[in-house]
């Protein structure tokens, strides 16, 4: 670059630099013309005048073809847009170029101009310049180039040519990266995420001159690329991180947003410079870039050999962002109207993108304000980076008009868990958008599944999509030797992934078979209960050819650990050998709404100053109103309207009723083509008694074009009403020629005495309306006189004063005050109260309702008990001036319903005469169907028999006692008591098959072509008529072992067979290994039945089998028995044997509701038990409907289990419900419920009548078979006879020495021990003598029937211990010599001497003072503080503090906890420091000798800091004795409790010391070989390793490990045995609670295995050491430290509740007192309520804030809408918070958790509840 050139800051535009070239050319062609001799070049004139030629040629053809001028001009159009498309990219190029070529003398020009404006404390940390980087690239770029054309030529080049003949001849004739290297920006690198990765973030620039040409010589054919830009942020992530070289494991590359890409093209490639091609090309390139480099694809580099690179490459989520778009304001108006004279407003929607995730609202018409209330979850693959871009639009037919956007870094919304905020849109005038954004992480447990689940139903949205639980990721690996197309020819496979409606399409890998996709999906899952994933593998030429197929329920992830599978799969419907490998992963998303911080306005606190007049003085009338209730029930004879065919055919009419009284007019709903309508509906309305009111009713039929016609009217007196309280009566319909109507017209009497409100809320809840109407159950009547001290405006004017009262929905305003600041109404209006206990009234002051002045919040509950239920008093207003008041009267008056039980003997009852008594029939048909009067007021009993007879009325009303009246009126048609099923009902059984293993079986996969005799991967399939099973697969064994379980309900028939068939698996077609059958009379006539059957149709081979048909019984004597062999039996398989069968007739239903339109039902039944379902037929329309069907299910727990029944109308629209639990029918005689029951959700008076008859299973599993491996009988030993004596028999001396025997080793010290049932052991049979464990043979004082078997190896196959006997069959057993084949067995551990000596050293961190000051200002001239936090070292177990902002003297409250040796001597290390930014700064130091700490026990001390001018640190050392009873324990587990600590430490109340010496009896692994057993303890989130010991299934451990227990009575040790980790051996469970019923708090015996061989055992021993801390003595004399000062953080008052009409929780937070503070001034607080274990934002409220008050009233009244069953469930928790906590410090001041179950909501209650730092 010339010294001389000017500095050039940024391009000038196309003008500059085209002078530019201007002048360069003239110099360019002077050195060219002084190079030649002078004149004219021929050459010269000829090519200029072939370029006019060329120009005008095609002019001339056009004219001379006669081709439309309009073509010419098109291509001219075409013509000059490429050639301004192309010299705006070249002029964008060479200022890029030159741009880039300054940028260092520029970047330093301004550089130096910032560093002098801006002092020299200012830095940039965040994106740091890489100066250095740059100048590698531009070093190494010339060889890069290098690379890069030997790429493209010797490697790209010839793959092109070979892939297509038409590209034979193509070449790179030139490929020049140029020299402009690729520029690196700035570099940011991310600390804050996981230690395990680097994180940087590359901002690349590349402005390159590469020049690439690439010809095609056989078509003449030239292009290229001359010139490239690329700008966009890379994130580059260095994992793993390894101890070795190089480092690191692998580079992972990509794009978080698309870059920008800018292209010059050459040659024929010019052509994708014409505009519309230009952005087609670039978005292609782009499209092609993202395939592999933007997320959520990256670029994969491993750098070390092993790496799962799969998990690199797919790697999960970060998380899931659920964004709830709520609404927005002030949005900018585009619509005008009158071509702009008339301003509009717009039609708004916004666009929501995260990366390609994009989603788009619905639009709302004519507002700047719109409300969307939609909800959107995101995945989020990188934070921080990825972000949320809004956009919002003004729809409009044509182009949609801009109106802002916005966007936010979803890396805060991680931070903070939940944002919600209003965020202003850019680029517009005006707008703002309310998001609410919620960070749902990803849980690898089921933990919190149902509280997700149960949180996710209270999320509303307007969009049709729920809300997730879940997210599936399935990575698609790959798949092996899939089915050939037809023809015989390779396909071209790909795979369609679908959940529920979500289905994704993989890549296409062509013509192959065994395929590598390499692809992963992620779906959203609302239930991963209930759905499964389905994979398709098809052929992408033909996608109806479907190479294979595979259904994984989403409940298999969920038994699995960690919530995965990664494993291959065999595809159905494919080739036997077909199969796929797929890896999918389970997250659960939860939202941790405990670390949400919450940011609420704030308003001035309300105090109480002044008293004035006490009462005030309503007019004589006030509350004199009544309430009418109309009840609307049905019409008869109504004309009809609607005529058809010009009124030759009669119609009907659509009949609807008009009620106008006082003002008020009701409406009722239609009843289509009816002219005896029911409607049941019921209106109430507030009336004075003011005489000549008329209640005036009149029939329409709807019409839908012209005007409604008329069908009569009615009116009726108030007086009449009023003097008889009470009437129901059919009133004809006046002006038209027939028709009726019936109304219960009641005046409803008052009372002012609370008593009956119970009864009178219970009698409202036995009625129900079509209009969902509730009745009220008393009225409120408010009068206000006047304010005072009612706060000035802004602006010190007095206010223009207004009242607003609001209960519920219903809202009443005053009149508005002239200005005055004590203003007077004097106005009374009155409410209908649905339930007084749960209702509040609201009472909202504000200046021309617009500005508030305060406000109040009155609960009716007050009222209730007040004297003659009035308040009348001055009232102070929240939100205002301390010495506003308001004086109101508040007066309630109960509504007791005439036909309530108890209602008062005065109320009359009208029953007027029937004006037509020809049709009573009719009209008492019509009677009965009305289901909302619990009681009719007369009572028709009408014969089955003949239904034409009169219709004898019985008695009236009034004659009702009270029990009848409470009863729901029966039904018209004498119904049966019982139902009639046939005698074939509950006749079946259960069929109990156990495939327990087979012998000799055909080798069928030879080697070498047949040379090698090899063995078979055996499986069986087993049929009983249509049922079919099939077996899981043994590899490579030709004697196998499967033990699995199978079941089928039967019911016996002459013909039934068991027939097994056993096959080799192989890759094509299995091969057959035999077959046999059994007959299953001859199972039924055996009943049980264990024998080796001979397979047939083959030269060797047996199976044996358990064939049982279990008897069942109609009582539960042995119910336990069958329930407890239930949980000691395993299979293979996974199967849980059946406890009983249920049995269900559903015979028939009545009084089933009308649907929606009036008509009747198409009944049907639907019968779920857990995961069965049944249904039955749909029958006719008819409210009566009869089905006469049977049904059965397989019962696994009867305790647990419930049958559930839903009615519906065709299957759509539901009408009722039943739930039956099982265990009802245990309380019931031969265990049957057959019946009439109601129905839940229907009708009062729909019922169902159904049989459920319940059979227990009284199985003779314990009736133990013959073992295998001899020849001695095991007697079969019935379950109800166990407690008979047994003899242990003397084993034959003719048995062959060879043969294995079925009992394992036992100790020294014999238990008699009965065998009972098959377990699920599976070992191969021992080689050596020594190894074979010796036998016993029991034999009963009973003969059962005996089946005959063989002999086999596997003699313990089929063999469990049940050690649970009673001792007295143990005491008279007699037990002759049993022969010792193998070593014995120690009975006891033998641990070192130092066992169990370990003891509990507890530090307390209090506090400290006088720490020096680090944090200076200004230079050191003024003095600042410290951030102090402290290091405790305690040998190798360090503990850290957590950090004290600006203080000298910190309060930290923290407890640590460590084992350690009581004999060890070592010191106890302390240090403080003060956090800053760099480098910590030291405050001093101090150690302790752990001796002196275990001789004192117990030191409450302060130490001096030494090596620093002042400090002190107050701590708690006890060293905490251990105890080997139980007698403190209840106290030691008081201290969590009544001790909090800052760190949520809670102290330990026990030791758990276990040693583990030695294990017997392990199962070989599946290769055969003895494993390398090492064992894995768990306890709570502590887990220890045992060492691998050598391969031995007898191996030796003898280490030793303790555990920290909290709570003694909960906590379980978990161990886990397995070869090398990885295949697991068995495990065992230890409840700690066992321990407390020992002697000295010790387990020491030998433990058998689950999930491994029957006599595998473990022998450790667990010791309990209770923790008797000295802190337990301080609990009674008040001297306990670290207990929060007074009653916890604060107490907090509230009333809880519950509104059963409303079916709303009703919560009222009144007020706060000693809240804790650590600030002299106070604290600004409000409390936050969370509705648990819902989290979600509708069960979340919280008050207003009051400033600076330790002591603030709230009084606010917060609402759930919550059905009442399950406020059982729930848990309200309470949080009080501090608004004015910096966001490092901690913002929550104490919280509370209420369990709902625990209360009596009905009542209610209203108490202090004291606030701790952790909720229990």
Avoid at 935 to 947: R, Y
Avoid at 1577 to 1593: F, I, M, Q, V, W
Wanted: net charge negative; aromatic share 6%; charged share 25%.
């Amino acid at each position: 670059m010339q010294s001389d050139k000017p500095e050039q800051t940024e391009p000038e535009g196309p003008g500059a630099t085209s002078g530019a070239v201007e002048e360069k050319a003239p110099s360019d062609a002077g050195r060219a013309v002084s190079a030649k001799p002078g004149g004219v070049s021929a050459v010269a004139v000829l090519w200029t005048f072939g370029k006019c030629l060329g120009a005008l040629l095609p002019v001339y053809l056009a004219g001379y073809y006669r081709v439309s001028t309009s073509l010419l001009v098109c291509g001219m159009m075409v013509y000059t847009g490429w050639k301004h498309a192309r010299e705006a990219k070249e002029e964008r190029l060479r200022s890029a170029i030159r741009l880039l070529d300054d940028e260092e003398d520029y970047a330093s020009t301004k550089v130096s101009k910032i560093k002098r404006d801006l002092p020299a404390w200012v830095n940039f940390p965040d994106v740091e310049k890489v100066e250095w980087l740059n100048k590698v690239l531009q070093q190494v770029w010339p060889f890069v180039g290098q690379y890069m054309e030997k790429l493209l030529v010797e490697t790209i080049a010839p793959s092109l040519r070979a892939s297509s003949n038409h590209l034979q001849t193509l070449s790179f004739t030139k490929v020049d990266m140029g020299d402009k290297a690729m520029k690196v920006v700035g570099i940011k690198a991310h600390t804050e995420n996981d230690k395990g990765q680097v994180l940087l973030d590359l901002y690349i620039s590349y402005v390159g001159n590469a020049e690439i040409n690439v010809e095609v010589k056989r078509y003449f054919c030239k292009a290229g690329v001359k010139g490239i830009q690329l700008h966009g942020m890379m994130r580059v992530i260095l994992e793993p991180l390894i101890g070795d070289v190089p480092i690191v494991g692998a580079v992972t590359m990509f794009f978080i947003r698309r870059p920008k890409l800018d292209i010059n093209w050459t040659g024929l490639t010019n052509l994708l410079d014409v505009p519309g091609l230009n952005v087609m090309s670039d978005s292609m390139i782009m499209d092609a870039i993202a395939s592999f480099l933007v997320l959520p694809n990256r670029l994969v580099v491993p750098l070390v050999p092993g790496l799962h690179v799969a998990q690199l490459r797919c790697p999960l989520p970060r998380g899931v962002v659920r964004i709830h778009l709520l609404e927005a304001q002030n949005l900018a108006a585009k619509d005008s109207y009158v071509k702009g004279v008339m301003a509009g407003l717009s039609d708004p929607y916004a666009i929501l993108r995260v990366g390609p995730q994009t989603f788009t609202s619905k639009h709302i018409d004519n507002t700047d304000s719109p409300k969307w209330g939609e909800m959107y979850e995101v995945i989020v693959h990188e934070v921080p980076g990825q972000e949320l871009e809004v956009e919002v639009y003004d729809k409009d037919p044509d182009k949609d008009d801009f109106l802002g956007r916005t966007t936010l870094d979803l890396g805060i919304v991680k931070k903070c868990i939940a944002v919600d905020d209003w965020f202003t849109l850019k680029e517009t005038s005006s707008g703002r958008v309310h998001f609410r954004l919620e960070w749902l992480a990803l849980l690898p447990n089921t933990e919190q599944l149902e509280q997700v689940l149960k949180r996710n139903e209270s999320v509303t949205s307007t969009t049709s999509k729920p809300p997730s639980s879940a997210i599936l990721v399935v990575y698609l690996d790959k798949a092996e030797a899939l089915p050939m197309k037809k023809g015989n020819k390779e396909p071209n496979p790909m795979v369609q992934i679908s959940v529920q409606n979500d289905t994704r399409d993989s890549k296409i890998c062509y013509t192959t078979v065994s395929p590598e996709w390499e692809e992963a999906f992620t779906f959203f899952i609302q239930d991963p209960q209930k759905q499964d994933i389905s994979v398709q593998v098809k052929d992408a030429t033909d996608r109806a050819q479907t190479l294979g197929s595979l259904t994984i329920p989403l409940s298999r992830l969920l038994a699995n650990a960690n919530l995965s599978l990664d494993q291959w799969f065999q595809l159905e419907n494919s080739g036997s050998a077909s199969r796929i490998y797929v890896n999918a992963v389970l997250r659960v998303l939860w939202l941790d709404e405990d670390r949400i911080s919450s940011d609420v306005s704030s308003n001035l606190a309300a105090g109480l100053s002044k008293q004035l007049a006490q009462q005030t003085s309503p007019h004589p009338s006030f509350a004199t109103e009544g309430l009418l209730r109309i009840h609307l029930l049905a019409g008869q004879n109504l004309i009809p309207k609607d005529n058809l065919m010009g009124g030759m055919v009669k119609g009907k009419s659509d009949p609807y009723v008009k009620i106008n009284i006082g003002g008020e007019t009701f409406t009722s709903q239609v009843i289509k083509g009816n002219l005896n309508p029911t409607w049941n509906e019921m209106y109430e309305v507030i009336l004075t008694q003011l005489p000549g009111q008329d209640l005036r009713l009149e029939v329409f039929d709807k019409d839908v074009d012209i005007k409604d016609d008329f069908m009569g009217r009615l009116k009726i007196s108030l007086k009449d009403i009023i003097d008889s309280q009470y009437i129901d009566q059919w009133y004809t319909l006046g002006d038209v020629k027939s028709g009726r109507v019936h109304l219960v017209l009641e005046w409803v009497p008052t009372s002012s005495e609370p008593d009956r409100l119970d009864q009178v809320l219970q009698f409202h809840s036995r009625q129900s309306y079509q209009n969902k109407a509730v009745p009220s159950a008393g009225l409120l009547f408010v009068f206000v006189e006047q304010a005072d001290g009612l706060p000035l405006k802004k602006s010190g004017k007095d206010p223009k004063v207004g009242v607003e009262f609001t209960l519920g929905k219903m809202s009443r305003k005053t009149t508005v005050c002239d200005r005055t600041t004590s203003p007077k109404w004097n106005e009374a209006f009155c409410f209908r109260l649905r339930d007084p206990r749960d209702d509040v009234l609201i009472v909202k002051l504000s200046h021309s309702w617009t500005l508030p002045l305060g406000s109040l919040v009155v609960p009716i509950r007050e009222l209730l008990s007040e004297p003659e239920l009035v308040l009348d008093q001055w009232f102070h207003l929240d939100g205002a001036s301390p010495e506003s008041q308001i004086l109101l009267r508040t007066e309630l008056k109960m509504l007791i319903p005439t036909k309530c039980p108890g209602a008062p003997e005065k109320a009359k009852v009208t029953a007027a005469s029937d004006p037509a008594p020809a049709k009573r029939k009719q009209e008492t048909d019509t009677v009965l169907r009305s289901s909302s009067v619990d009681t009719p007021p007369v009572e028709t009993i009408v014969s089955s028999v003949d239904l034409d007879e009169e219709v004898n009325v019985k008695k009236t009303a009034v004659d009702v006692n009270e029990d009848k009246m409470e009863e729901s009126p029966s039904p018209a048609i004498t119904q049966p008591p019982h139902t009639s099923p046939d005698l074939t009902f509950a006749s079946e059984g259960l069929l109990r098959i156990i495939l327990l293993e087979a012998q000799s079986l055909i080798a069928k996969d030879n080697l070498m072509g047949g040379m090698k005799k090899g063995k078979s991967d055996p499986y069986a399939k087993i049929s009983v008529g249509e049922v079919v099973f099939k077996s899981a697969v043994v590899k490579e064994n030709l004697d196998p072992v499967w033990n699995e379980l199978y079941e089928v309900v039967l019911r016996p028939s002459s013909g039934q067979d068991v027939q097994l068939e056993l096959y080799d698996k192989d890759m094509d077609k299995d091969d057959f290994l035999g077959r046999f059958k059994v007959s299953v009379s001859y199972i039924i006539q055996s009943q049980f039945i264990d024998q080796w059957f001979t397979l047939n149709d083959v030269k060797s081979g047996r199976v044996r089998l358990i064939l049982e048909w279990v008897p069942t019984v109609s009582h539960n004597d042995n119910l336990d028995q069958v329930m407890q062999l239930q949980s000691l039996q395993s299979y293979q398989n996974k199967a849980v044997p059946s406890a009983a069968l249920l049995f269900v007739y559903v015979d028939r239903a009545h009084s089933l509701p009308f649907k929606k339109s009036g008509k009747e039902p198409k009944a049907g039944a639907e019968l779920v038990f857990g995961g069965t379902t049944y249904r039955t037929q749909v029958c006719d329309r008819s409210r009566s409907p009869q089905w006469s069907e049977a049904f059965h299910f397989v019962v696994h727990d009867p305790k647990d289990e419930m049958l559930i029944v839903k009615l519906s109308s065709a299957w759509d629209q539901p009408m009722g419900s039943l739930v039956l639990p099982v265990r009802a029918l245990l309380s019931e005689q031969q265990l049957v419920l057959d019946q009439w029951m109601h129905l839940d959700g229907a009708l009062p008076e729909s019922e169902i009548l159904l049989r459920a008859e319940l059979k227990i299973l009284d199985t003779r599993m314990t009736e133990f078979p013959k073992p295998s491996g001899s020849k001695k009988e095991v007697l079969i030993t019935p379950a109800e006879n166990t407690e008979k004596k047994f003899k242990v028999e003397e084993k034959s001396s003719k048995l062959p020495t060879d043969e294995s025997s079925s009992v394992s080793d036992q100790p020294a010290h014999h238990e008699a021990k009965v065998n009972t049932f098959p377990s699920a052991k599976v070992t191969e049979e021992p080689t050596k003598k020594d190894e074979h464990p010796t036998q016993s043979a029991v034999k009963g004082d009973f003969d059962p029937p005996r089946v005959q078997t063989e002999s086999t190896g596997l003699g313990d196959l089929a063999q469990a211990t049940v050690t649970s006997l009673p001792t007295d069959t143990v005491a008279s057993t007699e037990v002759t010599e049993i022969p010792k084949v193998g070593p014995s067995l120690p009975p006891h551990t033998v641990p070192g001497p130092n066992f169990g000596k370990e003891g509990v050293l507890r530090i307390h961190l209090l506090e400290a003072q006088n720490l020096v000051a680090k944090d200076n200002l200004m230079g050191g001239m003024v003095k600042g503080k410290s951030d102090p936090y402290v290091k405790i070292s305690v040998g190798s177990n360090t503990f850290k503090s957590h950090v004290i902002k600006e203080n000298l003297n910190p309060t930290w409250n923290e407890m640590y906890e460590v084992v350690l040796s009581g004999h060890s001597d070592q010191d106890i290390k302390f240090e403080a420091f003060d956090k800053d930014m760099d480098s910590d700064d030291f405050l001093g130091r101090f150690s302790v000798k752990l001796s002196e700490v275990i001789r004192s026990q117990y030191t409450d001390q302060w130490f001096t800091l030494k090596d620093v001018k002042s400090g002190r640190v107050h701590l708690i050392l006890e060293w905490v004795p251990t105890v080997s009873n139980t007698h403190r324990l209840e106290q030691v587990l008081q201290l969590p409790s009544l001790q909090s600590y800052q760190n949520k430490a809670v102290p330990s109340a026990a030791l758990l010391f276990v040693y583990i010496e030695a294990a017997h009896s392990l199962p070989l692994k599946k290769s055969g070989k003895e494993p390398k057993a090492g064992a894995e303890l768990a306890l709570g989130e502590t887990t220890y390793k045992t060492k691998l010991c050598d391969r031995s299934a007898n191996p030796q451990w003898e280490e030793s490990f303790y555990f920290l227990i909290q709570d003694p009575k909960r906590q379980i040790l978990v161990v886990k045995l397995s070869s090398g980790w990885d295949q697991p051996m068995g495990s065992l469970v230890v409840t700690v609670k066992e321990l407390l019923a020992e002697p000295q708090l010790v387990l020491d015996q030998w433990f058998p295995l689950d999930g491994a061989s029957p006599d595998s055992q473990i022998l450790l021993r667990a010791e309990l050491k209770i923790l008797n801390s000295k802190m337990v003595d301080m609990i009674g004399a008040g001297t306990l430290p670290c207990a929060a000062p007074g009653p916890g953080n604060g107490q907090v008052k509230l009333s809880v509740s519950y509104a059963s009409r409303e079916r709303k929780l009703i919560v009222i937070v009144h007020a706060c007192r000693g809240l804790l503070s650590q600030s002299k001034d106070g604290i600004d607080s409000y409390v936050s309520l969370m509705l648990l274990p819902d989290k979600s934002k509708a069960t979340k409220k919280k008050t207003a804030v009051k400033k600076k008050d330790l002591n603030p009233e709230f009084n606010e009244r917060f609402e759930y809408d919550l059905p009442e069953d399950e406020t059982r469930f729930r848990r309200l928790g309470v949080s009080v918070k501090n608004n004015s906590a910096s966001f490092r410090s901690r913002d929550v001041v104490g919280q509370v958790q209420i369990d709902l179950a625990q209360i009596d909501l009905k009542s209610g209650i209203t108490d202090w509840f004291t606030l701790n730092d952790e909720a229990e």
